[in-house]
Protein backbone atom coordinates (compact mmCIF):
# COMPACT_ATOMS: atom_id res chain seq x y z
CA UNK A 1 0.00 0.00 0.00
CA UNK A 2 0.98 3.56 -0.85
CA UNK A 3 1.62 5.91 2.12
CA UNK A 4 2.55 9.36 1.87
CA UNK A 5 4.15 11.22 5.07
CA UNK A 6 4.70 14.69 5.64
CA UNK A 7 6.82 17.13 8.00
CA UNK A 8 6.45 18.61 10.14
CA UNK A 9 3.20 18.78 11.44
CA UNK A 10 3.21 21.97 12.43
CA UNK A 11 5.58 25.01 12.23
CA UNK A 12 5.59 28.51 13.83
CA UNK A 13 8.17 30.74 12.42
CA UNK A 14 8.95 34.38 12.06
CA UNK A 15 8.84 36.76 9.19
CA UNK A 16 12.22 36.57 7.19
CA UNK A 17 13.11 33.30 8.36
CA UNK A 18 13.82 30.38 5.94
CA UNK A 19 11.08 27.45 5.41
CA UNK A 20 11.93 24.00 4.39
CA UNK A 21 8.65 21.11 4.22
CA UNK A 22 8.97 17.96 3.23
CA UNK A 23 6.93 14.69 2.05
CA UNK A 24 8.12 11.12 1.08
CA UNK A 25 6.17 8.68 -0.98
CA UNK A 26 6.50 4.78 -0.34
CA UNK A 27 5.07 2.18 -2.58
CA UNK A 28 4.75 3.68 -5.60
CA UNK A 29 7.68 4.46 -8.14
CA UNK A 30 7.71 7.48 -10.08
CA UNK A 31 4.22 9.12 -8.95
CA UNK A 32 3.53 12.78 -10.04
CA UNK A 33 3.57 14.73 -7.14
CA UNK A 34 2.30 18.22 -5.99
CA UNK A 35 2.22 20.91 -3.46
CA UNK A 36 -0.89 22.51 -2.69
CA UNK A 37 -1.57 25.21 -0.02
CA UNK A 38 -5.04 26.43 2.00
CA UNK A 39 -5.10 29.65 3.25
CA UNK A 40 -7.38 29.41 6.53
CA UNK A 41 -11.15 29.81 5.11
CA UNK A 42 -9.72 29.20 1.73
CA UNK A 43 -9.80 26.74 -1.26
CA UNK A 44 -6.64 24.51 -2.20
CA UNK A 45 -4.30 26.11 -4.87
CA UNK A 46 -1.75 24.24 -6.70
CA UNK A 47 1.77 25.53 -6.21
CA UNK A 48 4.15 22.97 -8.24
CA UNK A 49 4.03 19.59 -9.96
CA UNK A 50 6.85 17.33 -10.63
CA UNK A 51 6.63 14.31 -12.87
CA UNK A 52 10.09 13.16 -12.35
CA UNK A 53 12.85 13.15 -10.50
CA UNK A 54 14.66 16.92 -10.82
CA UNK A 55 11.97 18.42 -12.88
CA UNK A 56 9.33 20.71 -11.19
CA UNK A 57 6.46 23.23 -12.71
CA UNK A 58 5.29 26.23 -11.00
CA UNK A 59 1.75 27.20 -11.00
CA UNK A 60 1.32 29.76 -8.87
CA UNK A 61 3.89 32.32 -7.65
CA UNK A 62 4.26 32.70 -4.28
CA UNK A 63 7.61 32.98 -3.60
CA UNK A 64 8.47 29.46 -2.66
CA UNK A 65 10.32 27.08 -4.15
CA UNK A 66 9.82 23.20 -4.95
CA UNK A 67 12.14 20.36 -5.66
CA UNK A 68 12.09 16.48 -6.29
CA UNK A 69 15.60 15.38 -5.04
CA UNK A 70 14.40 12.01 -4.85
CA UNK A 71 11.60 9.67 -6.60
CA UNK A 72 10.02 9.32 -3.52
CA UNK A 73 10.47 12.94 -2.00
CA UNK A 74 9.11 16.81 -2.64
CA UNK A 75 10.11 19.85 -1.05
CA UNK A 76 8.92 22.67 -0.80
CA UNK A 77 10.94 26.06 0.66
CA UNK A 78 12.00 29.65 0.74
CA UNK A 79 14.57 31.71 1.74
CA UNK A 80 12.24 34.78 3.29
CA UNK A 81 8.98 33.85 4.63
CA UNK A 82 6.08 36.17 4.33
CA UNK A 83 3.24 37.03 6.57
CA UNK A 84 0.72 35.79 3.21
CA UNK A 85 3.04 32.47 3.62
CA UNK A 86 0.56 31.24 6.50
CA UNK A 87 -1.34 28.40 5.77
CA UNK A 88 -2.01 24.57 4.97
CA UNK A 89 0.55 22.94 2.83
CA UNK A 90 -0.84 19.80 1.44
CA UNK A 91 1.57 17.07 -0.57
CA UNK A 92 -0.37 14.71 -2.85
CA UNK A 93 0.11 12.32 -5.12
CA UNK A 94 -1.00 10.62 -8.63
CA UNK A 95 -0.89 8.30 -10.76
CA UNK A 96 0.00 10.82 -13.75
CA UNK A 97 -1.39 13.62 -15.57
CA UNK A 98 -2.11 12.64 -18.90
CA UNK A 99 -5.75 12.96 -20.76
CA UNK A 100 -7.11 10.77 -17.94
CA UNK A 101 -8.12 12.51 -14.85
CA UNK A 102 -6.03 10.65 -11.89
CA UNK A 103 -6.94 10.76 -8.13
CA UNK A 104 -5.02 12.47 -6.04
CA UNK A 105 -3.61 11.42 -2.36
CA UNK A 106 -3.50 13.79 -0.08
CA UNK A 107 -0.63 13.60 2.70
CA UNK A 108 -2.02 14.85 6.44
CA UNK A 109 -0.40 18.31 5.60
CA UNK A 110 2.03 20.80 7.78
CA UNK A 111 0.12 23.63 9.20
CA UNK A 112 2.36 26.81 9.25
CA UNK A 113 2.23 30.03 10.64
CA UNK A 114 4.03 32.96 10.39
CA UNK A 115 4.48 35.53 12.72
CA UNK B 1 -11.54 32.09 -17.43
CA UNK B 2 -12.12 29.18 -16.19
CA UNK B 3 -14.30 29.26 -12.96
CA UNK B 4 -15.91 26.26 -10.46
CA UNK B 5 -19.20 27.76 -8.45
CA UNK B 6 -20.66 25.78 -5.69
CA UNK B 7 -22.98 26.34 -3.07
CA UNK B 8 -20.94 28.87 -1.13
CA UNK B 9 -20.42 29.04 2.66
CA UNK B 10 -22.11 27.23 5.46
CA UNK B 11 -24.86 24.18 4.57
CA UNK B 12 -26.73 23.62 7.51
CA UNK B 13 -29.42 20.43 7.74
CA UNK B 14 -30.82 18.43 9.93
CA UNK B 15 -30.04 14.85 10.60
CA UNK B 16 -31.78 12.08 8.45
CA UNK B 17 -33.20 14.72 5.77
CA UNK B 18 -31.53 15.24 2.05
CA UNK B 19 -28.89 17.11 1.62
CA UNK B 20 -27.33 18.51 -1.91
CA UNK B 21 -24.61 20.66 -2.89
CA UNK B 22 -24.51 22.46 -5.57
CA UNK B 23 -21.19 22.88 -8.18
CA UNK B 24 -21.59 24.26 -11.42
CA UNK B 25 -18.45 25.27 -13.93
CA UNK B 26 -17.55 27.90 -16.65
CA UNK B 27 -14.55 26.91 -18.70
CA UNK B 28 -13.55 27.11 -22.38
CA UNK B 29 -11.11 24.22 -22.10
CA UNK B 30 -12.54 20.17 -22.64
CA UNK B 31 -14.17 18.99 -19.43
CA UNK B 32 -12.63 15.57 -18.62
CA UNK B 33 -13.92 14.52 -15.44
CA UNK B 34 -15.55 15.41 -12.15
CA UNK B 35 -14.51 15.35 -8.74
CA UNK B 36 -16.04 15.87 -5.17
CA UNK B 37 -13.37 15.71 -2.20
CA UNK B 38 -14.30 15.94 1.16
CA UNK B 39 -12.27 17.09 4.10
CA UNK B 40 -12.88 16.23 7.46
CA UNK B 41 -11.97 18.10 10.30
CA UNK B 42 -7.98 18.55 10.87
CA UNK B 43 -7.29 16.02 8.27
CA UNK B 44 -6.40 16.13 4.42
CA UNK B 45 -9.09 15.91 1.41
CA UNK B 46 -10.02 12.87 -0.12
CA UNK B 47 -11.24 11.87 -3.02
CA UNK B 48 -15.66 10.75 -2.55
CA UNK B 49 -16.66 10.67 -5.92
CA UNK B 50 -15.03 10.73 -9.21
CA UNK B 51 -17.23 10.84 -12.85
CA UNK B 52 -16.28 11.15 -16.67
CA UNK B 53 -19.31 9.79 -17.93
CA UNK B 54 -21.87 12.29 -18.91
CA UNK B 55 -25.58 11.47 -17.87
CA UNK B 56 -24.35 8.75 -15.55
CA UNK B 57 -24.72 8.79 -11.79
CA UNK B 58 -21.86 7.96 -9.94
CA UNK B 59 -22.16 6.51 -6.35
CA UNK B 60 -20.17 6.29 -3.03
CA UNK B 61 -20.62 6.52 0.45
CA UNK B 62 -24.54 7.28 0.11
CA UNK B 63 -23.91 10.07 -1.68
CA UNK B 64 -24.50 10.47 -5.39
CA UNK B 65 -23.46 12.56 -8.39
CA UNK B 66 -24.28 12.84 -11.90
CA UNK B 67 -22.24 14.99 -14.60
CA UNK B 68 -24.85 17.19 -16.39
CA UNK B 69 -22.12 18.43 -19.22
CA UNK B 70 -24.67 20.11 -20.94
CA UNK B 71 -25.79 22.13 -17.62
CA UNK B 72 -21.70 22.22 -16.53
CA UNK B 73 -23.14 20.82 -13.52
CA UNK B 74 -22.16 17.95 -11.60
CA UNK B 75 -24.29 18.17 -7.74
CA UNK B 76 -23.51 16.34 -4.90
CA UNK B 77 -26.93 14.40 -3.33
CA UNK B 78 -27.15 12.60 0.03
CA UNK B 79 -31.02 11.53 0.53
CA UNK B 80 -30.39 10.89 4.32
CA UNK B 81 -27.51 13.08 5.95
CA UNK B 82 -25.21 11.50 8.71
CA UNK B 83 -23.58 13.32 11.62
CA UNK B 84 -20.69 11.90 10.02
CA UNK B 85 -21.26 13.78 7.11
CA UNK B 86 -20.21 16.74 8.75
CA UNK B 87 -16.87 18.20 6.41
CA UNK B 88 -15.71 20.95 4.23
CA UNK B 89 -16.72 19.79 0.10
CA UNK B 90 -14.68 20.73 -2.52
CA UNK B 91 -15.84 20.15 -6.17
CA UNK B 92 -12.92 19.73 -8.77
CA UNK B 93 -13.03 19.34 -12.38
CA UNK B 94 -10.33 18.18 -14.38
CA UNK B 95 -9.19 20.24 -17.67
CA UNK B 96 -7.51 19.57 -20.46
CA UNK B 97 -5.97 22.71 -22.36
CA UNK B 98 -5.73 20.50 -25.14
CA UNK B 99 -2.07 19.64 -24.38
CA UNK B 100 -1.20 16.29 -22.93
CA UNK B 101 -1.51 17.53 -19.38
CA UNK B 102 -5.39 17.65 -17.20
CA UNK B 103 -5.32 19.98 -14.39
CA UNK B 104 -7.73 19.82 -11.64
CA UNK B 105 -9.24 22.69 -9.98
CA UNK B 106 -10.66 23.14 -6.75
CA UNK B 107 -14.10 25.04 -5.97
CA UNK B 108 -14.01 27.23 -3.15
CA UNK B 109 -15.68 24.44 -0.82
CA UNK B 110 -18.75 23.92 0.62
CA UNK B 111 -18.58 23.35 4.61
CA UNK B 112 -21.79 20.62 5.86
CA UNK B 113 -22.68 20.96 8.79
CA UNK B 114 -25.41 17.92 10.20
CA UNK B 115 -27.16 18.96 13.25
CA UNK B 116 -29.18 16.20 15.60
Known amino acids: AQTIHQWPVAEIKAVGSPLSLGCTIK??????LYWYWQATGGTLQQLFY??????VESVVQLNLSASRPKDDQFILSTEKLLLSHSGFYLC??????????????FGSGTRLTVL | GDSVTQTEGLVTVTEGLPVKLNCTYQ???????FFWYVQYLNEAPQVLLK?????KRTEHQGFHATLHKSSSSFHLQKSSAQLSDSALYYC??????????????FGKGTKLSVKS
Open chain 1, 92 to 105: AWSLGLGASAETLY
Open chain 1, 27 to 32: GKSSPN
Open chain 1, 50 to 55: SITVGQ
Open chain 2, 27 to 33: TTYLTIA
Open chain 2, 51 to 55: SSTDN
Open chain 2, 92 to 105: APVLNSGGSNAKLT
